[in-house]
Each structure stands twice: as C-alpha cells, then as structure tokens.
C-alpha cells in the first residue's frame, strides 16, 4: 500500500510519501517534507493561528508537490491520501484537509482521516529495527498534549490520563517566555539546562504521588514566575540553572507515571512521541527507569525530526489503519480527542 500523507495541524505544513506491504510491520518512509512557520512564530513568542494557517496556504502545494517528487513514484501509484483530521488548530487544519479533499476528488483516491495524537505514537513505527510488542505503554508528550495510553493491539487504545491544564511542551514555552527565551523554548532549555546547576532551585513535582494517570503543570509555571518576580533581574547563569531545574521537574513526573503505568499495564513496550520526546535527557532518565523496573521492556522514541510534527508519522498510522472514505465524508475537527 501506497500513501500520500498531508499534516497542516499547527505550523508545520508537511507532506510524506509511505509505504508498507502486508508482511511488514513496519513503514517504509519514501519522502518526508517539512516546512516550518517556526521562525515567524518565535518572533512573536508565541504562535498566531491566522499567521499559521496563511502560511499554510502558501507552502501545501510546494511541499505535496516535491513529497512526491522526492519519493519517485507516479500520482497512479498512490492507493489513498492521509490527512490530519485534528486535533489543532482549525485554520491550519482546514487547508490540509481541503487540499486533501480536492485531490482526493480530481485523482479519484480515497482518503484515510488521521488523528494526530495517534499520528505522534506511529513515529515509532517507522524504524524497522523497531520490534514492537503489544501491549505497549505510548508516553505523548508535546505542544498540546502530555497523555499516556495503553496500545493493546492496532485496534485497541485505551487512555489512562493526560494533563489537566498545560501540556509538557506548553510548560517549556510558557516558563521560557518568562526568562525570555525564544518560541519554542524547549530545544532551549534543553541546551541551556546543561551549563545548570540542578540544586538551585526545589521546584515542585506536580501530582507525581498521585494515584492517577493525570499531569498538571501549570502550578510549575506558576512557582517560576513568582521566583523570577523575587529575583528580578537575573544572570545567564541563573537562567540556565532554572532551566535545568525546570527540567529535571517536569521530566521526573514523566517518567514516574510512566513507570508507574507500565508496572499496572505490564507493558512489554513502551512508546514515546511528540515534540517533548526530542529532549535527550526524558530519553535517558526514561531509559533508565525502564530498565531497573524490567530490561525485558523495550523501550522506543522516534528519531527527534519524527518527533515533532510531520506527515510521514500520519502515513504510518494509515497504513496500519487503511479506512478509507469518500472525499465528502471528510471534515476537520479540532476538537479531536483519543477515540
Ligand atoms: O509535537 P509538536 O511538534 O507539536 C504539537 O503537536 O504540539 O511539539 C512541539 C513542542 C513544543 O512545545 C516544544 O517546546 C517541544 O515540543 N519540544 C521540546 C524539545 N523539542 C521540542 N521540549 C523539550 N525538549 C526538546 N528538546
Ligand atoms: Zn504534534
């Protein structure tokens, strides 16, 4: 099977070509183009829903266009076109999805609709080094979402707990922008974390003694502010020591609810994805515990340019999941939640 990807949930505007035959279990990645609204946003220390989305407009056709150039295969050869449904942004969804729509129309190829939470869990299944076992714990970390959920097979999730205000990569960019730090501030405070000294500060760990699965980091966002309110005007070297220990907060709470659903799930892998699972250091404190609960666990991460959001993480959920619908069946939904 032979897929055009689109993904336009928020600022990148990214088209893939995958592929994957019957014995495989995994996805073959034939073209990955990525083209980022990034720099424009971080400008503005945030994004711009409006600006996103007309950027958008401007990159789909170009991007689509050498996605399948870049593959080498010809437009008949396609069996069907993935495109992100939501969750995200509505503007910027809206343009992939009419694209796809219209495509999907004139070339006479269904279209498989994908969530993008399930899109970032599929990243890992683009390795095919990667033996994946069910059941797998997934750890969801990214801009908009910190979620855990147990991957019984291809055709059964469950959700065990997410957050309840700021999502992992949200608290990185929020607390970044209290220290000035440009938009996205987490590959930021990652590199400025490591010059730190991690007992500076004792920010607190929230619900990490909790009996749930649930997240909360606002209260962390919360206690920086009101240290950087004390200290007023602060040094490189106190930045940096709040960002390892801004760091070292949110990953610690990460990792022991993951490690705590994994010994509750007995999870014989676990899986980590979205832009927060770039961060070396989850990597390796996670690595860590997984291997001191059980070393049979196998624990997988995408490489980090599949971490954050692209298409050929759509493709290879599609590919696992060809339910494929007439262009009129298709809609956008920002809203769109594990289900
Ligand atoms: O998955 P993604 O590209 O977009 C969403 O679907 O939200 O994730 C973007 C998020 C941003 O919040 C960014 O700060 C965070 O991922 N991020 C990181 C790192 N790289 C990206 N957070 C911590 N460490 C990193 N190295
Ligand atoms: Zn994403």
Known sequence: MKILAIETSCDETSAAVVSKNSEQNHVKVLSNVISSSLMLHSKTGGIIPDVAAREQLKYIIPVIQK???????????LDAIAITQGPGLIGSLLVGVEVAKTLSYIWKKPIIPVNHLFGHI???????KNKIE????????SGGHTDLVLVKSHNNFKWLGGTRDDAAGEAFDKIGRLLNLPYPAGPTIENLAKKGDEKAFNFPRPMIGSKDFDFSFSGLKAAVWRETKKIGLFDDKTISDICVCVQKSIIEVLVRKTIKAAKETKAKSILLGGGVAANQKLRDELKLKIENLNPEINFFFPEKILCTDNAAMIGAYAVFHP?????SKIYANPELYFQ
């Open 122 to 128: 599929y990243a890992n299944f683009v390795d095919p």
């Open 67 to 77: 996605a399948i150039e870049n593959s080498k295969l010809k437009i008949k050869n």
């Open 323 to 327: 339910g494929k619908k007439l262009w």
């Open 134 to 141: 069910f059941p797998a714990l997934a750890l969801l970390v």
